[in-house]
């Protein structure tokens, strides 16, 4: 399959919540991250804009009852830049992990210069 987007993630936020979870959890994220790769356009049950973020993404990951959220945007059109990731326990997205998100990104571009 040929990819559209790179996929890659800013310093060890991803990985750490990555190999926290179950195998097939990330399995799961795996599948979901492929999609985003290479489809021209993603589904929004994969990848949701956050509203008044700036652009600020979700990528939305569930498996059964359970559902996991990994932030991301775009840079450079095409480039995907995974941030932190969380299980949701909640129905909406804690305020604290989009923070959380929001700051990993103003970061990225003050680092980027």
Known sequence: MEKIREIIAYKNYFEDFLTQQPTKVQDKIFKILEAIETLERIPTTYLKLIIGTNGLYK?????????????????????????????K?????????????????????????
């Open 89 to 113: 326990e909640t129905q909406k997205t804690p305020s604290k992990e989009i923070d959380k998100a929001k700051q990993l990104m103003k970061e990225y571009y003050e680092n980027r210069k």
């Open 59 to 87: 990528a939305r990951i569930q498996l059964g009852s359970d559902i996991w959220r990994v932030f991301c945007f775009f840079d450079r059109g095409k480039l995907v830049i995974l941030l932190n990731g969380f299980q």
